[in-house]
């Protein structure tokens, strides 16, 4: 089984995969003060709750972190307590695309692996928009390279801005509202988040469509998709793993 981690800046998502079909996954947040021994006894419990054992049961290891400090903590824990070297995306990995990047190192592993998946899934030309910390909006080229993309501030990075500089706002759920105009405040926020955002994701993918050219997929993924995208026009496929499986090409093109 292979073991494929997303290390985000608020959240780590966690995959198992048996071949391609992922068997299990969790969702934790991110803690840069854990130390590997730390991280190793997580897992363990982890993997408990499956009936799996990392020493017995994994026999391959892929991460993407967009946090240097974080990636060195699992470097070491998989050194300690796993019997092989994992398959850290960062550069010189084989990543089976094209990165017409200007700077490819730049690029951040989460995105690289949502590319991956977005090509090997659906093929180009696509449009990958993952929400998370950030909303990263990603372009693949009609043969499948990654052309670049849009880093747009996030749901919960611009709702926290906006309460944190506001006294009476409130922090409100993160859902779609009944109606566009509110009747109460937590409406009304919820309205200006959710709608607000998904106009923002439709405006941006139709700038991108206009540069790609007829054909093209979008598919939306993270953490936080799922209270926008249903809202969103132009969203064709969500697929809240797909970093995920990105992570596990990744693995077999530099393990096969």
Partial sequence: MLLAVDVGNSHTVVGVFRDAELVHHWRLSTDPERTSDELALMYQGLLGFADLDFSHNIHGVVIASVVP??????????????????VVVAPGIRTGIP??????????ADRIANAVAAEALYGGPAIVVDF?????????????????GVIAPGVHTSTEALVSKAARLPNVEIAVPPTAIGRTTTQALQAGIVFG???????????????????????????????????????????????LKGLRVIWERNTH
């Avoid at 990165?99 to 951040?108: A, Q």
């Avoid at 998370?132 to 372009?139: K, P, V």
């Fill in 99 to 108: 990165l017409r990047y200007e700077n490819p190192r730049e690029i951040g």
């Fill in 197 to 243: 955002f998904a106009g923002q994701v439709d405006a941006i993918v139709e700038r991108i469509e206009a540069e790609l050219g007829d054909g093209v997929t979008t598919v939306a993924t993270g953490g936080l998709a799922e209270a926008v995208y249903r809202t969103c026009t132009s969203i064709d496929h969500h697929d809240p793993w797909l970093t």
């Fill in 69 to 86: 400090t974080v990636t060195e903590v699992y470097r070491a824990m998989m050194a300690r307590y796993f019997p092989f070297p994992p």
């Fill in 132 to 148: 998370g910390t950030s909303t990263n909006f990603d372009a693949l080229g009609r043969d499948g390279d990654f052309l670049g």
